[in-house]
């Protein structure tokens, strides 16, 4: 649940604070600075290759990892402004009509802010941290999400945490099961 919940933040578990400790202080032995984002059950929507992202729910989102961001990465994560309610762009008619005539496209490359992703095993990706226009959702998406999912070895119902920390200033998520 979010931090705000009155429930207690969980402990860090070893699996991320071995992730997390060599990327922060290069030393086995220093302490840490791990925070806590997000729980969820991984949904068939994280699964499919062709959504090719990991959904973060957004009451966790709001709670636990804004507060993270500089202003500069909230801009390039599209996470400014009110996330818990998305705005909805209104369109005219004709914008309407001219959507309904044109084929489906592919979707628009959202970009976002470039994150580094670690599976519980070690296994690192490469990936961008968004929040989508029309949903509003946040997601975690990219070319390498295909080799965490593997990595991870995720199935529907799987019930996941996301820890993140920093390293050489970049924002890197712990991911997997607790």
Known sequence: MPANDGEA??????????LARPQLTGNDDEAIGVRFIASKRVEN??????QNRLYLPTDF????????????ERAMASLVGDICHPRKRSRTEAE????????????REHGGLRVRVYA????????????WDGSGGT????????????????????????????SGGQLCFAIGRP
């Open 61 to 72: 989102v709001a709670a636990n990892l804004v507060c993270l961001l500089s202003m500069e």
């Open 96 to 107: 309407e009509e001219k959507r309904r005539k044109r084929p489906k496209a592919a979707g």
């Open 45 to 50: 929507s994280d699964l499919v290759s062709q």
């Open 120 to 131: 519980r095993c070690g296994f690192v990706s490469y990936l961008w941290l968004t929040r």
């Open 139 to 166: 997601v975690i998406k990219g070319d390498e999400l295909k080799l965490f999912r593997s990595w991870s070895d995720l199935k529907k119902g799987d019930k996941i945490d996301f820890w993140a920390f920093r």
């Open 9 to 18: 933040t969980p402990t860090v578990p070893e699996w991320v604070a071995t």
